[in-house]
Structure formats: C-alpha cells, structure tokens
C-alpha cells in the first residue's frame, strides 16, 4: 500500500500509535521479517550501485547465512530509495523456506534495475513506506528494517521521530554506514535512524568494503537471536 507524504512528523507519530499497524493475533510462522533497503540516491554511482547489489547476493550466498535465513524461514524483500517521494519495493517478500528461495532472491538482487540516480536523500520517508509493506508478513515474530546509505537524510521528514514511533511499535531497524571523508555517518545514523531493542549500526569504511560488511550484518541479525 502507499503511504503518502505526510509533513506533520508528530501526526505520523500519532498515526502509528493509533493502531495504523495492528498487531496480528495469527501465530508466528517465521522467525523474522526482514526488509533490506538500498540508498539509491544521486550520490551513489552505477559502480557504487553494483557493488551494494552484488555484495547483498553474495552474502545472501553465503552457507552460514543462507542455513540461518532457511532454518529460521525468514521473510525477505528489497526496498530502493532516494528522495521524499521515490521508494520502490523491488523484490516483493519472498519466505525462505528452501536454499532454492535464497538462491532465488539473490539472483533477483544481483538483476534488479536501479530504480533513480539522482535524487535527494528521504530516508524518513524510506522508513514509513518500507514499514507500510509488514502488513503482508504480519505472522513473522519480528519485524526488522536494514537501511543501508551513504549519506545524512535531506529530504522530507527527519527520520529520529519516524525511528522512534517504529520501534514504539515493535520493529528493530538496523543500519549500515557507508562512509566517506566527508560525514561522520555512522553516529549520524546511531543517533537519528536506528532504534528498537538490539539495534545497531555496522560501518563500511568504503564501498569496497560494502559486501563484507553487509554478510557481518546479515549473519548479526540472523543468528544473534533477537529478544
């Protein structure tokens, strides 16, 4: 479903609070929901790109983390964003139920078309149209969105509140700081995106050392189990 821009931060607060996000009383046929968003904005370039999405197949690839996403038979969908107004869910859930669903998933990320490249950076807005999509995984036991960027978030509402009511209502979201000379953006995103219980933010120094890192994270999530 689509979320539209809404400017009141404090009204989306409410909003959520308000049971927006109703809990549901099905048992939990998985273990977590994990939604993988990607910062596709202007400052990232095509190699930049590729190195997010075959990094994230790699990972996905790898036997610990594809024994962990099957055991644990985890919900799995790829979120693109930019700007305030361009989120784009590129790979809808897929349960990994087999080694064939994550081998699956993983040749979809390593296809995928870039969806922009060369808007602004709304990672406020990404968090409220990416927990928008958990309606349809409502039986998984948690409910977990990574943010994966480059940048500090200048573009529609500022994403601390938005964080924070998500994680009044149950969802952990994680953070993977790329960084660059210019930011000190793992702290930015400690401070202002992460939040919920066991929330974290892993860096990578460089976008080298981007598909390292996201497998780090993806086995952190996956085998740590989440209280």
Known sequence: MRWSY????????????????????????????LALTVDVSG??????????????????????????????????????WSGASRQEVSIPWHRMLSHSDVENFADLAESVSRAWSVFSTGIGNALLFTAAQFDEVSDCAHKVIDVSGDGYSNEGPAPLEIAQGLALLGFQING?????????????????????????????ETYADYPRTIWRKLLSELIIPIS
Request: aromatic share 8%.
């Open 176 to 204: 993977l700081a790329i960084e660059s000379d210019d930011f000190e953006l793992t702290a930015y995103y400690k401070h202002n995106v992460v939040a919920g219980e066991a929330a974290f933010v892993f860096t990578a």
């Open 43 to 80: 400052s990232i370039n095509e190699r930049e790109y590729r190195l997010q999405m075959d990094g994230l197949a790699a990972a996905l690839r790898d036997p610990a983390v594809a024994d962990a996403l099957v055991s644990s038979e985890v919900a799995l969908m790829l979120v693109q």
């Open 6 to 33: 809404v400017k009141n931060v404090r009204s989306v607060a409410l909003i959520f609070l308000a049971g927006v996000f109703m809990p549901s009383l099905s048992l939990a046929a998985c273990s977590i929901a």
